[in-house]
Every structure is written in C-alpha cells, then in structure tokens.
C-alpha cells in the first residue's frame, strides 16, 4: 500500500507530523511511505527511518506532481490543506483525506477574541487526520532524526559550555513572536548558567549584542551552525528557552524541559510542546487579559497596535527565577 503524507512547511509543522509518520508505518501493514515537502526542509526528514520516499518540492509544483504520479498512490494524507496540496490531490487521483486546518474558529479568535477552537493539540488532530486508515496515537510524542555528519563534537564548543549549557532560542519566524532585544539582554543577564543562543543567520547581530553582556556565560550560535547541528545543541542542553517556533517543538521531540514566551501568538492555538508520558517540565509565560491578542496565528512585522505589550509585559525576572529553580540553584 501506498501512501503519501503532503506537509509543504516549515520546520515546527513538519516535527509536528512525526507521529503520523511513524504510526502509520508501524501500524499500517505493507505500508509504503512517501512524503512530499520543500526542498528547504529536507533535512528535517532525510534521517526519518519511517519514511521510504522523501520527494522535494523545487520551484515547479506541476513537475513535482509528474514525478509522483508514477507511483500511483493508493491513499494522500494532506496535512497541508491548501491550494497547492489540492493540486497535487486532482494530480494524482488518490484517495484522500485532508486535515482540517480550523481557519474560521482561528479567525474568530485573531479577529473578534471569540474562543471556539477544540482544547485539542495540533498533532492529534493531525493524527485523526489519518485515522481512517486504523491509525491511533501510539503516545511516543515527536521524532527528530539527526545524521551522523551533524552531531556537534565538544570543540565546536567554548570550553565553559562543555560541562552543560542552557539553550535559549532568540529567533522566531516573525518579529511579534519574539522578545524585544531589551528584554532578551535582560533575561541573558539575569540567568546565572552558561547559555547557548540559537537563531538562524538573521539572528547572529542581535546574538552578537547579546552575548557582549558576558562573553564567557554567553555564546552566540545564531547562523554558525545548521538546522540538524543546533537540533543537536537543543538536545544536550539542560533546558531549552524559546519562543514559539520550530526548535521548541525539536526541543520538545528530544524531551527536554522547556520555558516557552509567547507573544502574539497563543498556546490556545494547539501548538505547544507536544510531549509522551510522563512529560518533562514545561512552563508556558504570556500575558493574558489582553484584548488585542491573538493578533494572528502567525505572526507580524510588527505590533499592530506599536506598544507591543504581549512581549513587553512579560515577567522577565520571574522567568530568569524560574530557570535558576529549575536547575536547582
């Protein structure tokens, strides 16, 4: 039996559809697994063992659809469910079943504040997604799968980092998701622990002004090391402290504690760290009572209102406490 799962992005939504992967090899007899997503994320999946076909979308969606069509799918599981993943269904004339994305109780939410989203995390009804092919929960949480070529060795590394390190993860997708740099340099010097900060390349300058707070506490890893490399980091690091974004849900499929901040965003979206039992420690902090938020399900270029008070209102010193409990200080 064929089937192919369809997640075109990103790096979070992708871990968030690693228990549909593995369930459905493992409990789907003769099941032959393909998955199709961007190029850019390849090696989010290249490493998955439950996965036998991993397809690469390029720039040309009508290419790609070609190329699938000679496996002849038996079933789709759209986890996608836009126009590009419905193009990709009339391509190949499977049977199909589409997760249901929940885009009007989401803009009910964004737009007029009224809650009518199911207290129901993303990655189950991901999974009821591809229960009509007998799939169940399984309840082992998230996979991430690093290749050998990318664990971190301990001279990538200061030698005041080597014996343990928090991670805390100063990117974001968008910059309402993330905490203003004030407040970051804030947190970094108030945590007494060495750190590791974790961002992609456009993140390096604010890790640089960051890290001049105390060079030997804090090292700035932002765009020195790639995504499977800084999965790793998230993996030895003692606790993990991120914003909402793809490597709080690669901290949470390596079990690690985690402090997540949320801005704009909220975890009523169904996208919190996603753990098996027991669970590892996590604390969400955000500023509630708010009526400007959720101002979107993604996130801004900017505060919509200019006082930015989801981020700015946040308790930076019961957080940076809250780290120092946690490592027993």
């Keep these: 039996m064929k089937i192919l799962i369809i997640r075109f992005s990103s790096i979070g939504d992708i871990v968030l559809t690693t228990p549909v992967i593995r369930c459905i090899k493992q409990q789907v007899p003769g099941a032959e697994l393909h998955y ?27 290419v790609a659809i070609s190329n699938l069509q000679h496996y002849q799918f038996d079933y789709i599981i759209d986890l996608h469910h836009n126009l590009r993943s419905m193009r990709v269904k009339r391509g190949l004339q499977a049977k199909a079943f589409a997760f249901n994305k929940l885009n009007i109780e989401k803009w009910l939410l964004t737009a007029l504040k009224i809650n009518r989203l199911p207290a129901v995390h993303i990655v189950d009804r991901y999974l009821a997604t591809a229960a009509p092919l007998g799939v169940k929960n399984d309840g082992r949480g998230l996979d991430y799968f690093i290749g050998p070529d990318d664990y971190t060795r301990p001279e990538d590394l200061p030698a005041t980092h080597r014996a343990g390190y928090i991670a805390v993860v100063i990117g974001a997708a968008l910059p309402t998701k993330k905490l203003p740099i004030d407040k970051l340099k804030d947190l970094c010097h108030r945590i007494q622990h060495p750190m590791i ?30 995504l499977n490399e800084s999965a790793d980091l998230v993996r030895m690091a003692k606790l993990v402290v991120t914003h909402d974004t793809g490597l709080m849900h690669v901290a949470a499929a390596f079990r690690r504690p985690i402090i997540s901040l949320w801005g704009n965003t909220v975890p009523a979206f169904g996208m919190t760290p996603y753990y098996p039992e027991p669970a590892p420690r996590h604390q969400a902090f955000e500023v509630t009572g708010l009526r400007c938020r959720p101002c979107s399900k993604i996130g801004h270029r900017r505060c919509p209102k200019g006082h930015f008070n989801c981020m700015n209102q946040l308790p930076i010193a019961e957080i940076a406490a809250t780290v120092h409990q946690w490592l027993g200080h």
């Design 36 to 62: 199709l997503t961007k190029s850019s994320f390849r090696t989010i999946l290249e490493h998955n063992p439950y996965i036998d076909h991993l397809h690469l979308l390029e720039d040309n969606l009508d």
């Design 197 to 226: 900060l974790l961002g992609g390349p456009e993140d390096a300058a604010d890790g640089d002004i960051i890290s001049r707070i105390d060079p030997a506490k804090i090292y700035n890893a932002c765009g020195r090391f790639k």
